[in-house]
C-alpha cells in the first residue's frame, strides 16, 4: 500500500489565531486552502500522519528521525503557551524506516536528537489537522545538508517502510516558500525570491517532480526558501507512481512564500523514476565531461579511481605535459557530486616534486581524507565530477580593494592561522564574502587582525 496522500503546507506561526491576534487575517486564503488540507486528511483516516519539517533536528549529513514513543510542544515562544500539543509516535513505522536506511548503510536513523520538542514546523500542521482529524498517531523527520538526491531516496524508503508496515499513511511536506518576495519583509527582497516560488508551484502544481533536481543550491540559497528538501522527499515517496496534483493557494503579501498543493497517487507509472532518471543522466554528464578533461583532471581522476577500488597510490605517468613534470605548485583538487562539493583538498605551496605528484597527492586526500564528509565509496565513482585548480605565487596586499572574487584567490592570516578560499566559487559574489569565509575556515576570530594575499589560478575541469 503506498501513501494516501501527500500535503504540500507552510508553517508560519502568525496563522494561528493566537500567535498572529488578528494579523492572520492577511493570510485568509491561505487559511481556507489550509482547512481544506485538514479536512481530506480526515476524510482518509489515516493511521499515521508523517511529517517532514526544516525546524526538526537538522544535520549536514544525517536525517534525523524522531525516536521515543510520544512528544509535546506548544506555540510558548510564539507568546502563546496555550496552545499545546501531545502526540504518539508511530514506533512500528519509525523502526522499519530506521531498518531499511540501515541496511543500506543509508544516512538516517533516531539517533542525535537534541530537542526532543516539538517545532513549529509539526505543529502548524498539526494544529488545522487536528481541528478535523484527532486520530493518528505521527513521525517527525528532519532534513540534511545531504544532496536533493538523497533526500528523495529517504521518501522511497519511507513508501517502502509504509508498503511493508501495511500502514495508511498522509505525509505533510512542511515547508514555506521563498523568505525574500518583498522589500517590506522581514528579509528584504532578492529577485531569486519571486522566481523560485513561481518555478516550484507551477512544478508542484504539474506533479513534475523531475524537475525539483533542476533548482540549484546556490539559487535557492538566494531565494531563501525553506522546503525545497521537504518537498524533494515527498516526491521520493511517490516514485514510480502517477500523482494527480492541485495547486489550492499561494501568498506573498508578508514578504514569504506560503504554498499549499495536494497530491494523489494514482497507479504506476514507470517513466516516473526520478531519481533513476536524474542519476543517469548525471553519470553520462560525467562520463562526457571525463572525456574531454584535460590531462590534469584526467591525472585527478585516475588518482581517485586507483586509490577508492584498491587503495593504490599511482605512479606518475610519463606522457603528461612538460608543464606537470618540471613545474612545482601547489595545487586544489574538488569533487563534486550532485551539484554539492564532495571534498577538497589542496596545498597553497608545492610539498612534491612536481605538478603531477602534487595532484596524486591531493586527489588522493580528497576522497578520503577531507574531514567534512566520508570517504568517497566505488558506487560514487562514474557521479564525480572533478576538477584541479594550479596556484600561482602569493602577493601580499594591502586591502580588499586589490581582490577580485572571479579573478584572484584570497589566503587570510593571523600569526601561524591561516584560511583560503579559490577564486570564482558559485555562492560567493563579494569580496566581503571571500575574506569571511577564509578568515573562519583559518579559525581567525573577528577581533583578530589579519593579513591577505591573493593569488591567481589556472583552474581545469
Given at each position: 500500500?503506498?501513501?494516501?496522500?501527500?500535503?504540500?503546507?507552510?508553517?508560519?506561526p502568525?496563522?494561528?489565531?493566537?500567535?498572529?491576534?488578528?494579523?492572520?487575517e492577511?493570510?485568509?486564503?491561505t487559511?481556507?486552502?489550509?482547512?481544506?488540507?485538514?479536512?481530506?486528511?480526515?476524510?482518509?483516516?489515516?493511521?499515521?500522519?508523517?511529517?517532514t519539517?526544516?525546524h526538526?533536528v537538522?544535520?549536514?549529513?544525517?536525517?534525523?528521525?524522531?525516536p521515543?514513543?510520544?512528544?509535546?510542544?506548544?506555540?510558548?515562544?510564539?507568546?502563546?503557551?496555550?496552545?499545546?500539543?501531545?502526540?504518539?509516535?508511530?514506533?512500528?513505522?519509525?523502526?522499519?524506516?530506521?531498518?531499511?536506511?540501515?541496511?543500506?548503510?543509508?544516512?538516517?536513523?533516531?539517533?542525535?536528537?537534541?530537542?526532543?520538542?516539538?517545532?513549529h514546523g509539526?505543529m502548524?500542521p498539526?494544529?488545522?489537522?487536528?481541528?478535523?482529524?484527532?486520530?493518528?498517531?505521527?513521525?517527525?523527520?528532519?532534513?540534511?545538508?545531504?544532496?536533493?538526491?538523497?533526500?528523495?531516496?529517504?521518501?522511497?524508503l519511507?513508501?517502502?517502510a509504509?508498503?511493508?508496515?501495511?500502514?495508511?499513511?498522509v505525509?505533510?511536506?512542511?515547508g514555506?516558500l521563498?523568505?525574500?518576495?518583498?522589500?517590506y519583509?522581514?528579509y528584504?527582497?532578492?529577485?531569486e525570491?519571486?522566481?523560485?516560488?513561481?518555478?516550484i508551484?507551477?512544478?508542484?502544481?504539474?506533479?513534475?517532480?523531475?524537475e525539483?533536481?533542476d533548482?540549484?543550491?546556490?539559487?535557492?540559497?538566494?531565494?531563501?526558501?525553506?522546503?525545497?528538501?521537504?518537498?524533494?522527499?515527498?516526491?521520493?515517496?511517490?516514485?514510480g507512481?502517477?500523482?494527480?496534483a492541485t495547486?489550492?493557494?499561494?501568498?506573498?503579501v508578508?514578504?514569504?512564500?506560503?504554498?499549499i498543493?495536494?497530491?494523489?497517487?494514482?497507479?504506476?507509472?514507470?517513466?516516473?523514476?526520478?531519481?533513476?532518471?536524474?542519476?543517469?543522466?548525471?553519470?553520462?554528464?560525467?562520463?562526457?565531461?571525463?572525456?574531454?578533461s584535460?590531462?590534469?583532471?584526467?591525472?585527478?581522476r585516475?588518482?581517485?579511481?586507483?586509490?577508492?577500488?584498491?587503495?593504490?597510490?599511482?605512479?606518475?605517468p610519463?606522457d603528461?605535459?612538460?608543464?606537470?613534470?618540471?613545474r612545482?605548485?601547489?595545487?586544489?583538487?574538488?569533487?563534486?557530486?550532485?551539484?554539492?562539493?564532495?571534498?577538497?583538498?589542496?596545498?597553497?605551496?608545492a610539498?612534491?616534486?612536481?605538478i603531477?605528484?602534487e595532484?596524486?597527492?591531493?586527489?588522493?586526500?580528497?576522497c578520503?581524507r577531507d574531514p567534512?564528509?566520508?570517504?568517497v565509496?566505488?558506487?560514487?565513482?562514474?557521479?564525480?565530477?572533478?576538477s584541479?585548480?594550479?596556484?600561482?605565487?602569493?602577493?601580499p596586499?594591502?586591502?580588499?580593494?586589490?581582490?577580485?572574487?572571479?579573478?584572484?584567490?584570497?589566503?587570510?592570516?593571523?600569526?601561524?592561522?591561516?584560511?583560503?578560499?579559490?577564486?570564482?566559487?558559485?555562492?560567493?559574489?563579494?569580496v566581503?564574502?571571500?575574506?569571511?569565509?577564509?578568515?573562519?575556515k583559518?579559525?581567525?576570530?573577528?577581533?583578530?587582525?589579519?593579513?591577505?594575499?591573493?593569488?591567481?589560478v589556472?583552474?581545469?575541469?
Amino acid at each position: 500500500m503506498s501513501v494516501m496522500a501527500a500535503f504540500m503546507v507552510p508553517h508560519p506561526p502568525m496563522i494561528i489565531p493566537e500567535v498572529g491576534r488578528g494579523s492572520e487575517e492577511q493570510i485568509r486564503e491561505t487559511i481556507t486552502a489550509y482547512e481544506r488540507v485538514a479536512d481530506e486528511v480526515a476524510a482518509l483516516q489515516p493511521d499515521t500522519i508523517i511529517i517532514t519539517s526544516p525546524h526538526s533536528v537538522m544535520y549536514a549529513d544525517y536525517f534525523h528521525i524522531s525516536p521515543g514513543n510520544k512528544a509535546t510542544g506548544s506555540f510558548r515562544q510564539f507568546r502563546a503557551p496555550g496552545v499545546r500539543f501531545s502526540e504518539r509516535y508511530d514506533t512500528v513505522l519509525v523502526g522499519r524506516i530506521c531498518d531499511l536506511a540501515e541496511a543500506e548503510n543509508f544516512p538516517a536513523g533516531t539517533l542525535g536528537e537534541r530537542d526532543p520538542s516539538l517545532d513549529h514546523g509539526t505543529m502548524v500542521p498539526l494544529w488545522f489537522i487536528r481541528q478535523k482529524y484527532s486520530e493518528g498517531k505521527i513521525v517527525r523527520i528532519g532534513l540534511s545538508g545531504l544532496p536533493l538526491a538523497d533526500h528523495y531516496h529517504l521518501g522511497q524508503l519511507i513508501a517502502q517502510a509504509v508498503e511493508e508496515t501495511g500502514t495508511q499513511a498522509v505525509l505533510i511536506a512542511s515547508g514555506d516558500l521563498s523568505h525574500k518576495l518583498q522589500t517590506y519583509g522581514p528579509y528584504g527582497f532578492a529577485k531569486e525570491g519571486p522566481e523560485y516560488d513561481s518555478r516550484i508551484m507551477d512544478v508542484c502544481g504539474r506533479a513534475a517532480f523531475g524537475e525539483l533536481f533542476d533548482f540549484e543550491e546556490t539559487f535557492c540559497e538566494k531565494a531563501a526558501e525553506c522546503g525545497h528538501r521537504s518537498f524533494v522527499i515527498m516526491a521520493g515517496v511517490f516514485d514510480g507512481l502517477k500523482v494527480q496534483a492541485t495547486a489550492l493557494s499561494h501568498q506573498d503579501v508578508t514578504g514569504v512564500g506560503y504554498g499549499i498543493c495536494t497530491f494523489y497517487p494514482e497507479g504506476k507509472d514507470e517513466d516516473r523514476h526520478f531519481l533513476k532518471i536524474y542519476q543517469e543522466k548525471n553519470e553520462q554528464d560525467c562520463m562526457e565531461k571525463a572525456e574531454k578533461s584535460d590531462a590534469y583532471v584526467r591525472l585527478a581522476r585516475a588518482s581517485v579511481e586507483a586509490w577508492v577500488r584498491r587503495r593504490e597510490h599511482i605512479r606518475v605517468p610519463k606522457d603528461l605535459p612538460a608543464e606537470m613534470l618540471e613545474r612545482r605548485a601547489g595545487t586544489f583538487v574538488s569533487l563534486h557530486k550532485d551539484g554539492k562539493l564532495r571534498g577538497c583538498i589542496g596545498t597553497i605551496a608545492a610539498t612534491q616534486g612536481n605538478i603531477a605528484e602534487e595532484i596524486i597527492q591531493n586527489a588522493i586526500s580528497a576522497c578520503s581524507r577531507d574531514p567534512r564528509f566520508a570517504p568517497v565509496t566505488m558506487g560514487e565513482l562514474k557521479s564525480l565530477e572533478i576538477s584541479v585548480d594550479v596556484l600561482g605565487d602569493l602577493e601580499p596586499i594591502k586591502s580588499p580593494e586589490e581582490l577580485d572574487v572571479k579573478r584572484y584567490g584570497v589566503v587570510v592570516s593571523h600569526g601561524r592561522k591561516r584560511g583560503l578560499l579559490l577564486p570564482n566559487l558559485d555562492g560567493v559574489d563579494t569580496v566581503e564574502e571571500q575574506i569571511e569565509i577564509a578568515r573562519q575556515k583559518g579559525g581567525i576570530r573577528e577581533s583578530e587582525p589579519y593579513q591577505l594575499e591573493r593569488f591567481e589560478v589556472v583552474r581545469h575541469y
